[in-house]
T-cell receptor, first 115, second 114 residues
Framework: AQTVTQSQPEMSVQEAETVTLSCTYD???????LFWYKQPPSRQMILVIR??????QNATENRFSVNFQKAAKSFSLKISDSQLGDTAMYFC????????????FGTGTSLTVIP | DTEVTQTPKHLVMGMTNKKSLKCEQH?????MYWYKQKAKKPPELMFV???????INESVPSRFSPECPNSSLLNLHLHALQPEDSALYLC?????????????FGQGTRLTVV
């Protein structure tokens, strides 16, 4: 079975600063996907960034980037130039292709951006 | 259209009521999911439909009954619920099959059982 661990239940960051959210996972699979989802107070889960395990290059989406360490089974999210709209719960998630019919979510990190 | 639409957004029901939650997507996705989410907790998988067939039931009590009438629609029928069933119910969809790369989520239905 796959497990996903987020060791930081709550974090805060000043507006315009950089923050890193941690995620570790455990799997015996060699091919899989990792995700960071954001859930603001509006409730909708929004995909922030995706990483394919077979790709060595770290994924980047604008202000969001990941540090993917496959051997260490670590997948952290870096948010640069934090904005008030980044305030949300952030969930790390694991999916095993090809059917990927199960997403395994971490326990979440509540991020608050302080003006 | 990358939307998953859930109705209603809020629902209050008594323990003897029967109600249904509805989820719709028009992205051609062939996998659809129901998740239950308590406050400040991660979503917990309840059911997965793959190509309109129930493929995963995570030992959910029979008072929750899923239905997939066609590839675009997913229902969750509720009957004789308990107060502890109050939660946010999220629907999601994904491409399914070898092209599966991510799940798209709806905004959820906030369910309160009184």
């Amino acid at each position: 079975a796959q497990t996903v661990t987020q060791s930081q239940p709550e974090m805060s960051v000043q507006e315009a600063e950089t923050v890193t959210l941690s995620c570790t996972y455990d799997t015996s699979e060699s091919n899989y996907y990792l995700f960071w989802y954001k859930q603001p107070p509006s409730r909708q889960m929004i995909l922030v960034i995706r990483q394919e395990a077979y790709k060595q290059q770290n994924a980047t989406e604008n202000r969001f980037s990941v540090n993917f360490q496959k051997a260490a089974k670590s997948f952290s999210l870096k948010i640069s130039d934090s904005q008030l709209g980044d305030t949300a719960m952030y969930f790390c998630a694991f999916m095993k292709p090809p059917t990927g019919n199960q997403f395994y979510f971490g326990t979440g990190t509540s991020l608050t951006v302080i003006p | 259209d990358t939307e998953v639409t859930q109705t209603p957004k809020h629902l209050v029901m008594g323990m003897t009521n029967k109600k249904s939650l509805k989820c719709e997507q028009h992205m051609g996705h062939r996998a659809m999911y129901w998740y239950k989410q308590k406050a400040k907790k991660p979503p917990e998988l309840m059911f997965v439909y793959s190509y309109e067939k129930l493929s995963i039931n995570e030992s959910v009590p029979s008072r929750f009954s899923p239905e997939c009438p066609n590839s675009s629609l997913l229902n969750l029928h509720l009957h004789a619920l308990q107060p502890e069933d109050s939660a946010l119910y999220l629907c999601a969809s994904s491409q399914g099959g070898p092209g599966n790369t991510e799940a798209f989520f709806g905004q959820g239905t906030r369910l309160t059982v009184v």
